[in-house]
């Protein structure tokens, strides 16, 4: 019987500061044997939980592609117990990594269709991981055309910066970015993501909508992709309850029925009309 | 098969050289599944335990693994509690909440090896209620004060002997090895009207309550329900079915270990959010949460009800809630399907 609950021991390489007010670390973990990296076989959209030794274990998005071998890579918030020993870690340190964990983003479906990615604040790191995932040059020619709707309440606080300027340029990718009010030097877009998204307009026509953020922002958003009509089951979520154990046990991260940690946190909108508003 | 009571404290201490052997023992005023030593320590006429015999599978509080970190790596080491056990005297209504549990940690995708262990390694004998308490709702909720779902073997008690019943080959085996004789007619007839006459005689009327949920999630019948609640979470600590836990770690520098504690949905911090958002504010969300896991989410996920009618939480909630009239209360109100 597998042990669920057993982490992977793993290095910390990188302790990044992603955002301009320093609340948000990147960090990039290395295996310590090369079964290991094989044992963990992840899509993107799923999450692990994370565990500083002596603190606890707390669970977040997997921001590294599979496309991208021998790292894993997590954007976490300063918030707590453990994100906080997260932060002041050293690198070098050995950090245990529990997962992958929960469903994944259809990109099997995807296939033949345009993709539509709507991401607001520091939600964006599995949508990372599915930009980068479809980007790989042996599936880009799987999709259709990939569009990014990226917003922050100012250019310091978007994640993955180099990365953005690199899609920026790229003509496999169409990237809006967006902040919430005027500041000098920014020559991206200025506006909430629901409003951009209205101007961008994405065609509804044989595509998807993935959509990650704050409550408000899917709130407001939602009618817009409802106008360019997507339908419930080509609008996808990814839910954030909080959790423990993963793996459907605990009893803490439930919707209904449904266990968001083991039956999503990847829902279609279609999905979540049928559970209770408990997210 | 028939044993003669005063053969049990021989029966248990024979099962003693073999296994972990778990009986109800009197403590003040009730009684408590522990581990015996001695056959003799067995208290086996004081009706159903405080606490449920779910503890000796899942632990209040459990160690999963400990830990050495180094800069090379850590080294993890789980041991799984794999010894041999048997479980005496434990109600019927008891043993069928270890097999709904058994859906809970066992599901779809993971296995939960502590657990799991445990339940594979472990025999359940039970002992029949003659005489259901008042608080006792199992015939409600698809049980009965004689039920074997969950057993080994069943003894219903006729006065000085207890008739065996053999639910699966395990019992069997057990049984035989024991070498209970074989029960007469006089026996048998003794058992059956011992069954007869045990009567729960708290009915809850539970038709159309499924239904009903399917749609009042959103009913105002819910605002009322929850007031007298205090969200000190007394039953679910005291539930047989409930598993919610929370997992932390306790640890001195790269030496420690982490732990599992039984946590409860009746706390608001329970589904608090990082970021400060709740999905359940209130009692309201949460006493709705607790009766809608055990009568529409764990139907809708395991088709089985996940209350086992032992009447716990209505003997020691601090404010007298009980669950039945709370199920009667929601099952006679008008659902409003709308949000
Ligand atoms: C599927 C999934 C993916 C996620 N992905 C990401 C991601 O990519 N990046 C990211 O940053 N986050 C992500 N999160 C959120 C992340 O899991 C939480 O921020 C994290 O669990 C916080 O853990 P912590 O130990 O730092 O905080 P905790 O110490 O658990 O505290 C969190 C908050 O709870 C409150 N709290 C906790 N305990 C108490 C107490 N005893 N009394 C009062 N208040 C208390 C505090 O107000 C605190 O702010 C994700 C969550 C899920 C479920
Ligand atoms: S024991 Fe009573 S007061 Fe306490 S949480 Fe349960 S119903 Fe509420
Ligand atoms: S996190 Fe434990 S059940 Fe989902």
Known sequence: MKNPYLPLPMKLVKNFTETEDKLIHTFTLQYLNEEDEKSFSYMPGQFAELCVFGKGEAPFGIASSPTEPGFLKFSVAKVGVVSTALHLMEEGTIVGVRGPLGNYY??????????????????????????????????????????????????????????????????????????????????????????????VAPSAENAYAIICGPPVMIKFTMPVLEKLGFTPKT????????????????????????????????????????????? | MIVSKKDIPNFLDKLISEYQVFAPV??????????????????????????????????????????????????????????KKV??????????????????????????????????????????????????????????PFDTKGLDLLLVDTGDAYVVEVVSDKGREIAEKAGFAAAADANKDAAAKVKQDAVVTCQVNIDGLKAKLDVNFYDSIWEKIHEKCLGCGACTYLCPTCHCFDIVDEATDCNGCRVRNWDSCAFPLFTLHG?????????????????????????????????????????????????????????????????
């Not at chain 2, 015996?36 to 000796?56: Q, R, V, Y």
């Not at chain 2, 270890?98 to 262990?117: A, E, H, R």
């Not at chain 2, 400060?276 to 607790?290: D, F, L, Q």
């Open chain 1, 106 to 199: 259809p990109v099997e479906e995807f296939k033949g269709k345009n993709v539509v990615i709507i991401g607001g604040g520091f939600a964006f790191t599995t949508l990372r991981s599915l930009a980068t995932y479809m980007l790989h040059p042996e599936r880009r020619g799987d999709y259709g055309d990939i569009t990014v709707i990226y917003g922050a309440r100012n250019p310091g606080l978007l994640l993955y910066k180099e990365e953005l300027a690199a899609w920026e340029q790229s003509p496999d990718i169409n990237l809006v970015t967006t902040i919430d009010r005027p500041v000098d030097g920014w020559n991206g877009r200025v506006g909430f993501i629901p409003a951009v998204t209205e101007e």
């Open chain 1, 235 to 279: 609008t996808i979520m990814s839910l954030e309850n909080r959790m423990k154990c993963g793996i459907g046990m605990c009893g803490r991260c439930n919707v209904g029925g449904k266990y968001v940690c083991k039956d999503g946190p990847v829902f279609t909108r279609a999905q979540l009309n049928q559970l209770p508003n408990e997210y």
């Open chain 2, 26 to 83: 009197k403590e003040e005023t009730y009684t408590l599944f522990k581990q015996i030593c001695s056959g003799a320590d067995a208290a086996l006429d004081a009706g159903n335990t405080k606490l449920p015999a779910k503890e000796i599978f899942f632990p209040q509080s459990e160690k999963l693994f400990s830990y050495n970190v180094s800069e090379e790596g850590a080294r993890l080491e789980a041991p799984v509690d794999d010894q």
């Open chain 2, 87 to 144: 479980i005496f005297g434990v109600r019927p209504c008891d043993a069928k909440s270890l097999t709904l549990l058994d859906n809970v940690f066992n599901n779809d995708k993971y296995q939960d090896p502590y657990y799991l262990t445990r339940r594979n390694n472990t025999i359940m004998i039970g002992i029949g209620c003659n005489s259901p308490a008042s608080t006792c709702f199992c015939t409600s909720v698809n049980g009965g």
């Open chain 2, 275 to 339: 970021s400060g958002h709740n999905p359940r504010t209130s009692n309201k969300e949460r006493y709705r949460n607790r009766i809608m896991h055990k009568f529409k989410y764990f139907v809708d996920n395991f088709n089985e009800i996940a209350c086992v009618g032992c009447g716990r939480c209505i003997k020691n909630c601090p404010v007298n809630m009980d669950i039945r009239v709370v199920l009667e209360d929601i099952r006679g109100s008008e659902a409003r399907l709308d949000s």
